[in-house]
């Protein structure tokens, strides 16, 4: 008896994934007549966390559809901005540092592993704590553990960043959090610092945040201005102005 063939075909956001074959309209596909719909789209290189909707001739479906022989597919991406069941909670893996800089510089809560603890440890951790697990391995994502997860699709840590921001719009608090290890950030006084800063820091600034977590100083160095710009334009795009946010006067 022969198999089940489907037409099945990509929206473009989704066509990196699959083989060079099959991004450009429909092809067809075999199934086995007892996977699902879900298996047939991963089989192909897709990863279930960057898809959308599924419709099978033209109605939506759930990933747990069995395909039938004739059945024409159509695989949609994620809706922006993506709903989580969930606050915005991220875990990036290792190859994403400067990402998860750039996040925390925002007040955007993102965890870290360093060094690489694996995908079984990752995948356990975004479950157990309800984090997006951030990558840019198609393996990982696989992952049936997962409590959610999306893909970075680009090398690129600015456009990384506007990505995340667009698609699961998470809250800005600028300067709120550690960048070293994501902790929150308080007020300090010059008089509590006393002994921990250098001379020239000390006697040449006066606004001063600390990290509740590790203890780590903060205060408008030589770096504000760059690290400023990228709070400015996610802001921008992204956020309330800067006049409007208070949290900015952290720093």
Request: with cysteine; proline share 7%; glycine share 10%.
């Amino acid at each position: 008896m022969d198999r089940p063939e489907i037409g099945i075909s990509f929206a473009p956001e989704l066509r990196l994934f699959v083989a060079s074959p099959r991004r450009e309209g429909r092809t067809t596909v075999r199934t086995d007549g007892a996977s699902t719909l879900g298996h047939v789209v991963e089989s192909l290189g897709v990863p279930l966390t960057e898809v959308g909707a599924l419709l099978v001739g033209g109605r939506p479906v759930p990933d747990a559809h069995v395909p039938a022989d004739g059945d024409e597919v159509a695989v949609h991406g994620v809706t922006r901005p993506q709903q989580l069941a969930g606050p915005p909670r991220f875990l990036l893996d290792i190859h994403l540092g400067t990402l998860t800089r750039r996040l925390r510089l925002l007040g955007i809560d993102a965890a870290y592993e360093n060094p690489d603890v694996g995908d079984a440890a990752l995948a356990a951790r975004s479950a157990a704590e309800q984090r997006v697990m951030l990558t840019r391995d198609r393996g990982l994502l696989r992952r049936r553990e997962l409590w959610a997860g999306g893909y970075v699709y680009s090398h690129r840590p600015a456009e990384q960043l506007r990505d995340v921001l667009s698609r699961f719009a998470p809250p800005i608090v600028p300067w709120s959090r550690c960048t070293s290890c994501n902790g929150l950030l308080h007020h300090a006084t010059k008089a509590s610092l006393h002994g921990r800063l250098r001379d020239g820091t000390e006697h040449s600034y006066d606004v001063f945040a600390e990290c509740a977590d590790c203890g780590q100083v903060y205060w408008r160095g030589a770096h504000h201005a760059s690290l400023n710009a990228v709070v400015e334009a996610a802001l921008h795009e992204f956020g309330p102005s800067s006049a409007n946010n208070p949290s900015t006067s952290l720093m």
